[in-house]
């Protein structure tokens, strides 16, 4: 009894940890779009109460706003509660990003807004100086808008746990007392015994007491073909029963079955993704160490060269470290994010992650998942051989769609879906595990599989199926009226566009690999008839990840495109995951890029998006940065001898310059991309 409520407590703490995971994103949009409003709000007041502003409304427009006592005082409470209630996020994002050792636009806007902050405070409570309150909050709602943005266009990638947990069943019919009875998979224990009937998911792992059956475990395993279950064969929870019922006895439950340790992969990939930092943090490294060193010369060459006093001193130092960090920079980036995500969306790409994205135009390799992503994941006939002379190949088809018509098994659908007509049929039965019977045409026809004729000592001349035995396909035959009339290969059909995207990689210099759970002879075959330039055969669900990290390990920057929730951990692994739409919910959560249209050649489309995007982000912050290299010297006196001294408010017109410029700019990338777009097909 102890064992059943660990397994239970497992599961559903597992459960919790993962929804409160999923969640986390949402949150976080929901909190910087309430900081963002309630900071916006404070900044009026703030402006109004500003000297700088108060002096600029009355020159230029004429308004006169009346000072009162203690109006420095209001100005200070408004102030402080914009710095620490909408500054938060930014405060708590200096001590991550030191903690980690990588400071970015975190540690940029912190460092701005603290000393914004901490010097006006002693302005209004005795230092000589002025007022950088209305930089602050206007700064604090500039980059708190910017995140919003940037989050709510781009979707992080946290539903991929709590997908993973929906895969499984939420009941399961619990054999007892001669019947059975639907509990909570949660409450199964070692040694139970589950009734699985045809068609339903299987589960929980355990082994098959009774029964005979095919399995469909082309999502978690990656084995295209439908594998036979009979009595001492061991299943997979998640996995979906074919044509029999099975009885299957418990083996496994909570941490210890098949999906949990598939969650235990992609979770483990996700948090090990090298954290390579994105444009915008390398740029806010750079001006957070140009801030403080340009602050710092400042303060001592006013201090000790010119001879001046404190005040002035540290006013000139703090001038220099505040405008540093531009507003224009706070929306360089996430107006481009936008503006690209639209795009993207526009013409079937779904961008979840912003830095793997923007690494997309530095791929080296790009590995794809066979069963699903280059191929349809649907059976198709190859092959018939007409094992009887007085047949024809085209009647023996017929023969063998009439009698699957009846049949939900994917053999049954490939093999219907290539025949052009079909007999009706009588006494139609499945045999369990081997095949399917019926009469059509007056004659008595069975598709079965090699084991069906092993068993029953049917012989056929084995030489007429001639490499077909030998190339991993899946071969049934057709026996009527107690001869083996023919035999039917059926392989996963080849995406047509695949063979195109192979080859186009190619000629920009990328290698294209395979990962398949399939057999050597079907990789190879698949590899054969589209030019890949390596593959990787037989590779089971947990090693997939494994085998990203190998190509990584090789010094390149490696790509993933899968559909199945046996990519997710390989999805998480690789320096940049994309996945099918058309695939399952669990790899479509863990990637940074969605294929919505499941096409494969929409991947040169995501290079040619991730190419212009850069592009437009390197020239937003050639403009916001530029406005830096302008105002930090006229910040800092370096024409004060000629009577120039940048004022905070000619500070302001140029930064409100920089800001526009980088806002239309961003706009302009969706006349580039669409053009880019349409040129890559």
């Known amino acids: 009894m102890d064992h059943s409520n660990s397994g239970k407590n497992d599961d559903h703490e597992e459960h919790q940890g993962h929804e409160g995971h999923s969640n986390h994103h949402a949150m976080m949009v929901r909190d910087f779009r309430k900081r963002f409003w309630i900071s916006l709000a404070l900044s009026i007041p703030i402006l109004l109460l500003s000297p700088i502003i108060q002096d600029f409304l009355r020159s230029s427009i004429g308004l006169v706003i009346p000072g009162f006592t203690g109006d420095k005082y209001l100005l200070f409470a408004f102030s402080t509660v914009v710095f620490f209630y909408?500054?938060?996020?930014?405060?708590?994002?200096?001590?991550?990003?030191?903690?980690?050792?990588?400071?970015?636009?975190?540690?940029?806007?912190?460092?701005?807004?603290?000393?914004?902050?901490?010097?006006?405070?002693?302005?209004?409570?005795?230092?000589?100086?002025?007022?950088?309150?209305?930089?602050?909050?206007?700064?604090?709602?500039?980059?708190?808008?910017?995140?919003?943005?940037?989050?709510?266009?781009?979707?992080?990638?946290?539903?991929?746990?709590?997908?993973?947990?929906?895969?499984?069943?939420?009941?399961?019919?619990?054999?007892?007392?001669?019947?059975?009875?639907?509990?909570?998979?949660?409450?199964?224990?070692?040694?139970?015994?589950?009734?699985?009937?045809?068609?339903?998911?299987?589960?929980?792992?355990?082994?098959?007491?009774?029964?005979?059956?095919?399995?469909?475990?082309?999502?978690?395993?990656?084995?295209?073909?439908?594998?036979?279950?009979?009595?001492?064969?061991?299943?997979?929870?998640?996995?979906?029963?074919?044509?029999?019922?099975?009885?299957?006895?418990?083996?496994?439950?909570?941490?210890?079955?098949?999906?949990?340790?598939?969650?235990?992969?992609?979770?483990?990939?996700?948090?090990?993704?090298?954290?390579?930092?994105?444009?915008?943090?390398?740029?806010?490294?750079?001006?957070?160490?140009?801030?403080?060193?340009?602050?710092?010369?400042?303060?001592?060459?006013?201090?000790?060269?010119?001879?001046?006093?404190?005040?002035?001193?540290?006013?000139?130092?703090?001038?220099?470290?505040?405008?540093?960090?531009?507003?224009?920079?706070?929306?360089?980036?996430?107006?481009?994010?936008?503006?690209?995500?639209?795009?993207?969306?526009?013409?079937?790409?779904?961008?979840?992650?912003?830095?793997?994205?923007e690494r997309v135009r530095n791929i080296d390799a790009i590995v794809f998942d066979k069963t699903g992503t280059l191929t349809k994941g649907e059976f198709g006939v190859s092959d018939v051989i007409s094992l009887d002379d007085s047949m024809e190949k085209k009647e023996i088809l017929k023969y063998a769609a009439s009698i699957e018509s009846d049949s939900e098994h994917p053999i049954a659908k490939g093999i219907l879906d290539s025949s052009d007509s079909t007999y009706n049929v009588e006494n139609f039965s499945a045999i369990s595990g081997k095949g399917a019977q019926g009469n059509a045409n007056?004659?008595?026809?069975?598709?079965?599989?090699?084991?069906?004729?092993?068993?029953?000592?049917?012989?056929?001349?084995?030489?007429?199926?001639?490499?077909?035995?030998?190339?991993?396909?899946?071969?049934?035959?057709?026996?009527?009226?107690?001869?083996?009339?023919?035999?039917?290969?059926?392989?996963?059909?080849?995406?047509?566009?695949?063979?195109?995207?192979?080859?186009?990689?190619?000629?920009?210099?990328?290698?294209?690999?395979?990962?398949?759970?399939?057999?050597?002879?079907?990789?190879?075959?698949?590899?054969?008839?589209?030019?890949?330039?390596?593959?990787?055969?037989?590779?089971?669900?947990?090693?997939?990840?494994?085998?990203?990290?190998?190509?990584?390990?090789?010094?390149l920057v490696v790509a993933m495109v899968g559909d199945g929730i046996n990519d997710a951990p390989a999805l998480a692994q690789a320096d940049i995951g994309i996945a099918i739409g058309a695939g399952t919910d669990v790899a479509v959560e863990t990637a940074d890029i969605v294929l919505v249209k499941s096409n494969p050649l929409d991947v040169m489309a995501s290079i040619e998006l991730s190419r212009a995007t850069y592009s437009k982000m390197k020239q937003n912050l050639f403009w916001a940065t530029g406005y830096n290299a302008l105002a930090i010297p006229l910040a800092a006196g370096i024409l004060y001898q000629q009577g120039i001294l940048l004022s905070p408010a000619a500070g302001a017109v140029l930064m409100s310059m920089s800001t526009i410029i980088v806002a239309i700019n961003a706009k302009l990338l969706s006349i580039d991309r669409n053009k880019n777009i349409d040129n890559s097909g």
């Open 86 to 357: 909408g500054g938060w996020p930014f405060l708590k994002g200096i001590i991550d990003e030191l903690r980690e050792k990588n400071p970015g636009m975190m540690t940029l806007i912190a460092v701005a807004i603290t000393v914004a902050y901490g010097y006006s405070s002693l302005v209004v409570f005795g230092l000589e100086g002025k007022f950088f309150f209305w930089e602050l909050a206007t700064l604090i709602d500039i980059m708190l808008l910017g995140h919003w943005m940037e989050m709510r266009s781009v979707m992080g990638a946290s539903m991929a746990l709590q997908e993973l947990v929906k895969l499984m069943p939420s009941d399961a019919h619990l054999l007892k007392d001669g019947g059975s009875e639907d509990v909570p998979v949660d409450q199964l224990k070692m040694e139970d015994r589950v009734l699985v009937k045809p068609g339903e998911k299987i589960p929980v792992d355990g082994i098959v007491v009774e029964g005979q059956s095919s399995v469909n475990e082309a999502m978690l395993t990656g084995e295209s073909n439908p594998v036979p279950k009979e009595t001492g064969d061991e299943v997979i929870g998640g996995a979906v029963n074919g044509e029999g019922s099975l009885t299957v006895e418990v083996r496994k439950t909570g941490k210890e079955s098949f999906l949990s340790q598939m969650l235990d992969l992609v979770s483990q990939a996700q948090q090990s993704k090298s954290r390579t930092q994105n444009l915008a943090d390398r740029a806010a490294l750079w001006l957070t160490i140009i801030a403080l060193t340009a602050g710092t010369l400042t303060f001592f060459a006013w201090l000790r060269l010119m001879n001046t006093d404190l005040a002035f001193s540290l006013e000139r130092a703090v001038t220099v470290m505040v405008i540093t960090c531009p507003h224009a920079l706070g929306l360089a980036i996430p107006l481009v994010v936008a503006v690209s995500s639209a795009i993207g969306a526009k013409n079937g790409l779904l961008i979840r992650n912003r830095g793997p994205f």
């Open 442 to 555: 007056g004659r008595d026809v069975k598709v079965v599989s090699p084991g069906f004729l092993k068993e029953e000592n049917i012989d056929y001349p084995e030489e007429k199926l001639g490499e077909i035995a030998s190339q991993g396909k899946t071969v049934v035959f057709v026996v009527i009226d107690g001869n083996v009339a023919g035999a039917i290969a059926l392989e996963d059909v080849v995406r047509p566009e695949s063979k195109e995207v192979i080859s186009r990689l190619k000629e920009l210099g990328i290698k294209c690999m395979m990962l398949t759970g399939d057999q050597e002879q079907v990789a190879e075959r698949v590899a054969e008839k589209i030019g890949l330039d390596e593959y990787f055969a037989g590779v089971l669900p947990d090693e997939k990840a494994s085998r990203i990290k190998e190509v990584q390990e090789r010094g």
